[in-house]
């Protein structure tokens, strides 16, 4: 037998996807290998001239009944990312609103965003007309994490879509029959049209697969996923140049000041942390509270957490933990925090139940303890006292993780919010700039680079491109070798006198 017969029979040709509440079957897929990739991606590097040459206003056209269609078929998405997630009724209504309000929002503005401009031309080319316009990169790969399977890549898809490339997309194994039904309406939207062409492809498949999409000769690479992922992704596009936004994992604070209203603190953590079943790349992982407050405020998340009620019903406030093998971080993570000293006030080891895990409330945690600087991915909040709101943002800053913060106070809010190292900060409010497309969303550090949403999110996915046209003789040239001798000296005469001052 040779070694390639070996890896044949080695490695599963297809994978399941599975409800994680009860482990029924969702769907199967094919893992899809380097030439398949290969394949797709130069289907749709077939169709980039027809999308990039629609106007803005023909792309709008499409964009929009795809949106209708989703917001038709609303129930079936909601409910498919609950089976594929196990996450609440509610957690996959929310999501499905904000994906839909970011395509909204990237369709609505990318003309204004992206169309030619005019540029001052400046002193020195006075005699030119400049313009900068942004054209699309040609085919965008995107790849998807599991825990918002419609929310997290739209936006991505729907951004790059309306800036006129198109998408090869993998969404994650767990999820895949998400991203199918996201692939499938859009096709549908495009009626007689999507039988011959499409924007937006579907790969399915593993880590291999998401690899093989790094190799397959796009233009540009859009993750989303975990920071050691990330680093692998890289790797893989720095072969070939492919530039890449990274959008990676987290270790969010919530800072509540000795001023803060420490009800709507309180509340705005138990939701920051738990919704998801903490599954949330913006979810609260830490928090610093003033010790003025602490007393009050721990014991009032502490009566909150207790009325949340874990189970697989559509209605219940926490669902299950999708990917399995989150439940032994999750798990190391309590164990290590409780062992290097922290006070666990709701919950301990003993709530991991798999696939569930109950909330565990753990305070006074040592700042270099796992469950401090590791991203947990699970429903654990660790509360911290600090001395003042200043100690709060030093420790929040000593992540090597920057994605999002929240800050609680009556007064300081704007101070520390323009103090904290993170790409995002909602201020009395919690994850604001998840729910407003008008904003970039990103982060620092571990936790990425480039920026989904907002007018930057339209810009992530499009090249600028420069034209300067003379438009009138000049009384000198300095760009010519038969310019007369005195030209560089008036050159020069003429900047000191008028940028001097
Ligand atoms: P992973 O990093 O495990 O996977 C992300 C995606 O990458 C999946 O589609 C995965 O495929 C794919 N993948 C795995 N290996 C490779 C590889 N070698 N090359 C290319 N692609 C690969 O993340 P999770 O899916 O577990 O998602 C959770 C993480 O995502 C958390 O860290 C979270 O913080 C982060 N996240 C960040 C967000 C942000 O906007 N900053 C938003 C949401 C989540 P497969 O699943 O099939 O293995």
Redesign the pocket.
């Given at each position: 037998m040779s070694g390639n017969e070996v890896d044949t029979l080695a490695v599963p040709a297809t994978?399941d996807s599975v409800d994680p509440r009860n482990g029924e079957l969702v769907a199967m897929y094919p893992i899809q290998q380097l030439h398949d990739v290969r394949d797709t991606v130069e289907q749709a590097r077939a169709d980039t001239d027809w999308w990039s040459g629609l106007s803005f206003a023909g792309r709008t056209r499409r964009l929009t009944k795809w949106r209708q269609l989703i917001l038709n078929r609303f129930d079936e998405l909601a409910d498919l990312v609950s089976r594929e997630t196990g996450k609440p009724s509610a957690d996959a209504r929310i999501e499905v609103v904000l994906g839909v309000d970011h395509l909204h929002w990237a369709t609505k503005n990318a003309k204004r965003v992206l169309r030619r401009r005019h540029v001052a031309p400046g002193m020195l080319m006075f005699n030119h007309v400049a313009t900068v316009e942004y054209q699309p990169y040609g085919v965008v790969g995107v790849?998807?994490?599991?825990?918002?399977p419609v929310f997290?890549p739209m936006?991505s898809i729907a951004y790059a879509l309306a800036a006129g490339n198109t998408v090869v997309f993998?969404?994650?194994?767990?999820t895949?029959r998400v991203g199918q039904w996201l692939v499938d309406t859009f096709v549908e939207s495009l009626g007689d049209e999507g039988m011959h062409r499409t924007p937006l492809r579907l790969i399915t498949?593993?880590?291999?697969?998401?690899?093989a999409?790094?190799r397959s000769g796009i233009d540009k690479l859009a993750?989303?996923?975990?920071?050691?992922?990330?680093r692998?992704?890289m790797g893989?596009c720095a072969e070939s140049l492919t530039p890449v936004l990274m959008?990676?994992?987290?270790k969010d604070a919530l800072l509540v000041d000795s001023t803060a209203n420490l009800k709507s603190a309180a509340d705005a953590v138990v939701w920051g942390a738990l919704a998801n079943a903490g599954?949330?790349?913006?979810g609260v992982e830490r928090v610093y509270v003033a010790d003025a407050v602490a007393e009050e405020f721990i014991s009032m998340v502490c009566d909150h957490v207790a009325s949340l009620r874990i189970g697989g019903d559509t209605s219940a406030d926490i669902g299950p933990i999708t990917?399995p093998s989150?439940i032994d971080i999750i798990e190391r993570h309590i164990n290590d925090g409780v062992a290097a000293g922290g006070q666990p006030l709701v919950g301990g080891s003993s709530s991991v139940r798999p696939p569930y895990v109950s909330p565990v409330v753990l305070v006074d945690v040592p700042e270099d303890a796992s469950a401090v600087t590791e991203?947990t991915?699970g429903p654990v909040i660790i509360i911290n006292r600090v001395p003042s709101l200043d100690v709060a943002v030093a420790r929040t800053n000593a992540s090597r993780y920057g994605?999002g913060a929240t800050v609680f106070s009556r007064r300081n809010g704007n101070r520390a919010a323009r103090s904290l190292r993170v790409g995002m900060v909602g201020i009395n409010s919690i994850l604001p700039y998840v729910a407003m497309p008008s904003l970039p969303?990103?982060?620092v550090g571990n936790?990425?680079f480039g920026r989904?949403h907002g007018a930057d999110g339209l810009r992530e996915f499009a090249m600028p491109k420069s034209v300067a046209r003379k438009v009138l003789p000049a009384a000198m040239n300095p760009t010519s070798f038969n310019r007369p001798f005195w030209t560089v000296r008036a050159l020069v005469s003429l900047t000191k006198s008028l940028y001097r001052w």
């Open positions: 994978f790849i998807g994490p599991w825990n918002y997290t936006g993998k969404p994650s194994e767990y895949t498949g593993n880590g291999i697969t998401g690899a999409l790094c993750f989303t996923g975990s920071t050691a992922t990330a692998r992704v893989a959008e990676c994992g987290g599954q949330t790349c913006v990917m989150q991203e991915f994605l969303f990103g982060g936790s990425g989904i």
